[in-house]
């Protein structure tokens, strides 16, 4: 039996050898050089080629390399018997904390016009937006949703959250499914941290837009989808929208002919708001692999009908 690494674009090796590490013994291979496609029976799999897991007969699970499984769901060649998991561990919370909070204070002190300020020598002063007269909504109050909720109130933020049912969190304001307009109209930086489904895929449109707060802002640190793009484009030249920080996007890497290049109303990062790293993340993967063998439960296991 034979645990597969598989991945485009990305280096495995880091992952192969934190593995091994922790077990020697573990028969470890990295796409595309399997000796034994019989043999797999595990998967670990990031943004893969289409197909590639009608390879395996043998195939029993698939941990997604982060925390999102968008990438695998879809994916006809994946018997629905195949099992699947995600990886969820304390630094992807802490990155995404960090990485929601920097954002959010950005935009409320004006760092990215004083950043294009310093390269014309401009001194021109902004006034601030208080944080404590700022509500940040996080759409998504998973583990990752809860997580940013709770470091933003520490820092100072109004908070609410919005998802499927209701969150029951200490000093933030929850909304379930059926109470979204009244979670949008109160809040003036929406968090995107939602999972990506069917019902989720496009759902940051105009129609959203128009129900914020004022004034508004978009983080989107969850998938590309999540968002119709000449909506938001339209959103900020008619002021709906004050700024946008896009980590995320439907086409990986942004190819420079795309409009949202060169906007001063957008800031963006390169998917690097919360990124998986290999020690921490091998410790899980061997956890589960072992599961898998001894036919115990796996743990971040995701149900397919809910995308999650």
């Known amino acids: 039996m034979s645990l597969l690494l598989v991945a485009q674009n990305r280096d495995m090796k ?57 990438h695998l769901i879809p994916d006809e060649s994946i018997p629905q018997q195949v099992r699947l998991t995600r990886v969820v561990v304390p630094s992807l919370k802490e990155q995404m904390c960090d990485f929601v909070l920097t954002s959010a204070l950005n935009l409320i002190r004006n760092t990215q016009a004083y950043h294009t300020q310093q390269q014309r020598a401009d001194w021109i002063p902004h006034q601030h937006l208080p944080k404590e007269e700022m509500t940040v909504g996080i759409m998504g109050m998973g583990e990752l949703g809860s997580a940013v909720a709770s470091r933003l109130q520490v820092n100072g933020f109004r908070v609410c959250g919005w998802s499927r049912s209701k969150k029951e969190i200490d000093g933030i304001d929850t909304y379930d499914n059926g109470q979204l307009d ?36 978009l983080i989107n640190a969850a998938r590309g989808e999540h968002l119709v793009e000449e909506d938001l484009i339209y ?29 001063k109303k957008i800031t963006i990062t390169p998917h690097i708001a919360s990124l998986t790293d290999p020690k921490e993340a091998a410790s899980l993967i061997v956890e589960n692999y072992k599961r898998l063998l001894s036919g115990m439960e796996l743990l971040h296991e995701v149900d397919r009908e809910r995308g999650y």
């Open 182 to 217: 009244d979670f949008l109209n109160k809040t003036h930086i929406l968090v995107c941290l939602l999972p990506l489904t069917s019902q989720t895929d496009g759902i940051l449109d105009l129609d959203l837009f128009k129900k914020l707060g004022k004034p508004a802002f």
């Open 14 to 70: 880091p992952f192969r050898d934190e593995i091994l590490e922790i077990d020697s013994n573990i028969d470890v291979e990295i796409w595309p050089a399997v000796s034994k496609p019989e043999r797999v029976q595990f998967a670990v799999a990031w943004n893969h080629p289409k197909q590639v897991f009608r390879q395996y007969p043998n195939l029993k699970a698939i941990s997604s390399l982060g925390a999102g499984v968008d």
């Open 235 to 263: 959103a900020l030249d008619t002021g709906l929208i004050n700024h946008a920080v896009l980590d995320v996007f439907t086409e990986e890497p942004l190819p420079g002919s795309h409009p949202f290049w060169g906007r």
